[in-house]
């Protein structure tokens, strides 16, 4: 209400502003001066902001200690809520210990170590009483000590903090009025160093140009050298041009010259080779028509000896045909024997298609076979490569009879008058032939009746080793079905184990819990690694067990798989001997058939018939290799799954012993919780050491605090020093950066001076190496040109002579080898018809009537034929030597069109020699040019470092202005970083009031849980006289703490009394609601002062209250703020001037 009615008062007030406002009217009193009304208007504005201050102050009080009330007795009920809680939880913590009581009775045994025990436990429970006793009175002792001796710490650090900010204050004051000596030395120091250095840079600038000027003049004398340089250069350059046109046009002239030489000499050898070859022509004619006169009288008597030899050849042809009928008959008694053969090879297709069955079922039993892989791939790889070499030499067989019964059909003509001396032979042949039939015959039928009795051996093989596979399959089967029941009931029984001795452990855990609950931790740990042990020891066994089984049935398979592999290559060596015997035996019959061929002509039919079955034999080895492919492939496959079983069954493996391992883990987990809360009650008594160290370390860590403030101010100090150094270190390196800047200027114009003259040097050097190579080149193309023409001479000559000898060998081996055949041929008919007409004049002279006719249009035909081709070769001789004349011809073309395109070249070379002397005199005009630039570049620079100068001095001045700034932004943030830093001890004193807090609300903790310990047994009229001894303690809390609220206002009353404090409140510009005594003074004048005093203002001096305590929490802070301070200055309209 009072802070009501000052608010409201104070608002009526026209006098508020601070500012005395006269009102231009008659109320105005003559008595009473403006300054005393000024004076007694802020004297009531100043009282009235106490008042309304002090005011708000009581109401904060009162409530807070109205909420103090309420929390107060809102713990009392809460803590008499938790005792009855805690009374049911114990009588129900009775109950159930008399039942357990009423079960141990049976344990008679026990019993008499049980009240051992009990007594000692009473001891125990006596003793730790009385330390908690202790430690309660020693607690409420060091309790109020440590609050006196916080309270006179909070004293003493406002105090050594205000002669702290009274030194930092002095220290700064030094450290300005030493900044404005040093700037003032520094700035005297840098003008007169900036003078020095404008001397040094007019002295160099002089001397700059002199040299300037001596450059000029070298360059001018060095520029007239060189415009006669080149003069001389172009007349040298017109000179070997006109000696260059000279050396060409006798060039042209020397090689027209040897080019029409050339012509000529070809064209003359080119008529004489012409004529020798005509005459070469005339003399082949003559002796080919001498030849053929020969041929034709040979080619009558031929004539007679034929018309003789065709009588007879119709007498044999009559007994042909008998014979052939004879034959007929036999070959359908052999094609016969081959469709039994056929059905033979079909029987054997489909004992190999079981065969393939069977591979296609023991790929299992393969797959386990990985040691001797590599030899079945090399026995596969033999047996391949033997059936590709049976194959191609079946083939190549095959081939030959087909080119030998070719080359029957074509001589039959011939051979037909041999056959009337072999008819005898023929007979006795065929009757050896028709006994071989029959044997064939025999041999067939017996070979069939071997195939059937092997196919069905086949067969009923095939139907073992299925139902081998089959009982493979099934034990397999079985013993994965016998080891997964195995791993599942060994897992059962593992389970089984492990529940059974968790529970054990469980209820020995239980009766060692209500045994040895007075016993160490050292027996604990024991029993716990025992336990431990004994269940690792447990499961090494079943695991070794489990891997020893594991390793006998991989061993027992791998022996299966052994004996299995074994008996599939006895079966295949046994099928690889009958292939090898029938392949023996079919060779043999075509050995005979081809025997029985060789004498008669008409046994086509029969050998197309063995050609079919070489085909289909062939067939069926593309076959069998591919099935072996697939054999090879499924094998492969098998592995494959070999190893995937493998992995599963390692994996199921592991998995049982993550499994086992994790049900270990959860065990030894249980059992350290059950342990755990055993050693809790161990710790409560670690406890009480525990706050002894605390408070060690409370001293400690204040030592500490006034170890770091004073390294600090340390640190500041260095800092600041180091900040000055810095200063002097930047304007020592903008003294040398000029410093440098001048140098290379000066360097720069010195290495354009020596670029100019090592430019000229060069483009001279390059001038006279280029006339060189120029000379160099012609007389090398001169030379070059020459070696040219005489190597293509040489050439020419030499490939002339070459062809020449070559058609001559050719003609030479074409001619003998003709007639080589020719005299072979007629002496081959001569020695054929002798023998002929000796044994057959007289059977063939009827014949040789009737064919003569017959025999003489044929002769005339071959001779036509053999002219044409005797013709057409001829020609064909004429057409290719014309065409090499073409070639040769075509080939001088062309060197006479390189000779023009070398010629075209070296005009290119010219051109381009031309075309680089053009461009050197660019380049000559360009370095002119060039020498202009520089001149120009030269004045530039000297403009530029002109410029240079003036932009130095405005960097100059730049720099001490942003040194100044830079500096009073580093004094800001020295001040800033102070002020941080007093905001940084504040928290750290908070802080460490926190962490007091902290440990009283643990040792209230650990009272409460004593408390507990103390309530876990029967209520005793012990524990009714602590509990009376904490209510007492309760009350007297309550005394003290309103004893302490007495001394708070007491204590404000007094600070409102003293005229010390009196005077801080009632001051020009007054803080109402806050007495803050580490408020600095300030002083008219100096910016930097001011701001740093608004940086101090605007931060919150006041101490932060100590957490977790009941009196100073955030909810009973129920106070408003206080209204804003009205502005010093009156609006303009209500403004009047004072005298």
Partial sequence: ??????????????????????????????????????????????????????????????????????????????????????????????????????????????????????????????????????????????????????????????????????????????????????????????????????????????????????????????????????????????????????????????????????????????????????NREKSLKSEFLRQERILKERISELLNQLSDGEQQMSVLRIQLKELESKLQGKEGDSSNLAKQLEDSRHECAKALRSLRDTENDLTVSKKRSEEQETEIARQSNGYKSASIDIAIAGLKAANLQISKLGAINLTQETTIKELKANITSLQSKLNKLEKEHDELGETLSSHTLQADSESKRFQQEIEKLTREKADLERKYNTELIRASEQSSSKELLLRKELDEVTEKLKQEHQKELSDMKAKLGAEHKGQIISLQEEFEQKLSLTEKGLVEKSGQELERLRDEKNEVIAQFEGHCSDLKSKLESSRVEVERLEKLVHDSENGLGSASLHIDSLNQALSEKKEELLKVKNELKEAGKKYAKSLDEIYKLQTLHANQLKDAEIDTNARLESLANQLDTKWSDRLRDECSQLRSQLNEQHREENRVSLEELTIMKDLQKEELRAELQSKIDALKNTVSEARSDLEKATRNASTKELDLKKEL????????????????QHNKHLEELIEHQSDEIKKLEALKDEEMKNREEKLKKDHREEMTSQLQANKLTIDAVKS???????????????????????????????????????????????????????????????????????????????????????????????????????????????????????EANAQIRKREEDLAKAHQLEVDSVVADHLRETQGLLTEFNRSKELLSDKISALQLMLEEAEEKFRSRQSRPEDLEVIEQLKRALAERELDMKKLVDDKRYFQMELLNRETNFNKVFKAAPNIGVINPLQAKTKPGKDGIRQSKSLVMNTSSRLDPIPNMPLHEKRLNNSRPLPPTPPKDPPPHRKTSVY
Avoid at 757 to 772: G, I, S, V, W
């Fill in 1 to 278: 209400m009072a802070a009501s009615k000052t608010a409201s008062s104070f608002h009526s007030m026209p006098y508020r502003n601070s500012t005395y406002v006269a009102n231009h009217g008659n109320n105005a009193s003559s008595d009473v001066t403006p300054d005393l009304h000024l004076k007694m208007s802020k004297k009531i504005a100043q009282l009235t902001k106490v008042i309304y201050a002090l005011n708000t102050k009581n109401d904060e009080h009162e409530n807070a200690l109205e909420n103090m009330k309420v929390t107060h007795e809102e713990e009392m009920q809460q803590l008499i809520a938790e005792t009855k809680e805690k009374m049911n939880y114990f009588k129900s913590r009775i109950s159930a210990v008399s039942e357990q009581k009423q079960k141990i009775e049976v344990l008679e045994s026990h019993l008499a170590q049980e009240r051992l025990r009990r007594e000692e436990a009473l001891v125990e429970f006596e003793k730790f009483k009385q330390r908690n006793e202790d430690q309660e009175s020693q607690l409420k002792s060091e309790f109020s000590d440590k609050l006196l001796s916080m309270s006179k710490e909070l004293l003493a650090a406002k105090k050594q903090f205000e002669e702290r900010l009274k030194d930092f204050q002095a220290t700064r004051k030094i450290l300005e009025e030493n900044r404005d000596k040093t700037v003032g030395e520094l700035t005297s120091k840098h003008h007169h160093e900036m003078d020095q250095l404008m001397k040094a840079h007019r002295v160099r600038y002089d001397e700059l140009l002199t040299e300037k000027q001596k450059v000029e003049k070298e360059f001018e004398q060095k520029l007239a050298l060189v415009t006669t340089s080149d003069e001389i250069a172009a007349e040298e350059r017109r000179k070997i041009e006109l000696e260059y046109e000279e050396k060409v046009e006798k060039l042209r002239a020397f090689y027209e010259h040897e080019l029409a030489a050339s012509k000529t000499l070809h064209e003359s050898s080119k008529e004489t080779k012409l004529k020798e070859w005509e």
């Fill in 832 to 950: 054929q018809a002798q023998q002929k007409l000796l044994n057959d004049i007289e059977e063939l002279t009827v014949q040789h009537e009737n064919d003569q006719e017959s025999m003489r249009n044929e002769l005339l035909r071959v001779q036509q034929e053999e002219m044409q081709r005797l013709h057409q070769e001829f020609e064909l001789q004429l057409a290719s030597m014309r065409l090499q004349l073409q070639r040769a011809n075509e080939a001088h073309t062309r060197e006479e069109t390189e000779h023009q395109n070398q010629m075209e070249e070296l005009r290119q070379e010219i051109e381009q020699r031309q075309c680089q002397i053009n461009e050197l005199d660019e380049e000559i005009s360009q370095v002119k040019d060039n020498a202009g630039q520089l001149q120009r570049e030269l004045q530039a620079k000297g403009q530029e470092i002109l410029t240079i100068r003036r």
């Fill in 757 to 772: 003259d090592m430019k000229q040097r060069h483009m001279e050097e390059q001038m006279a190496a280029l006339t060189e």
